[in-house]
């Protein structure tokens, strides 16, 4: 079962729509994503049924870790298995 959940992120919920009104403007960055999840029914006998949902992926859920300096990073290289931001990058030059 899909359940599209329009302009909210997949991970926190936050709405990423161009006139969110959310603080900063999640639009900008964000990316089309899906995400598996649970609905759970409950009234006599709980049912949980799997679920894919499908939204967007705001900026802040799509940052990794740079193994290097532990910054929360969106521009980075993935290098054997080991994840360098742009800075760090740089300075390997």
Known sequence: MEI???DLC???????SAWSGD???LFV????SDADGTLILA??????????????MCEECQMI???KCGEMVLDYDLTD?????SECGKESK
Not at 10 to 16: A, L, M, P
Not at 81 to 85: A, E, L, P, R, S
Request: glycine share 18%; charged share 25%; proline share 10%.
């Open 23 to 25: 603080g900063p403007p």
């Open 65 to 67: 870790e740079c193994d």
């Open 81 to 85: 298995g080991t994840v360098v931001c």
């Open 43 to 56: 009234g006599g006998k709980d049912l949980e049924i799997p679920v894919t949902i499908e939204g967007y």
């Open 10 to 16: 997949t991970h926190c919920g936050r709405n990423t």
């Open 29 to 32: 960055n964000r990316i089309p």
């Open 4 to 6: 599209d959940i329009g």
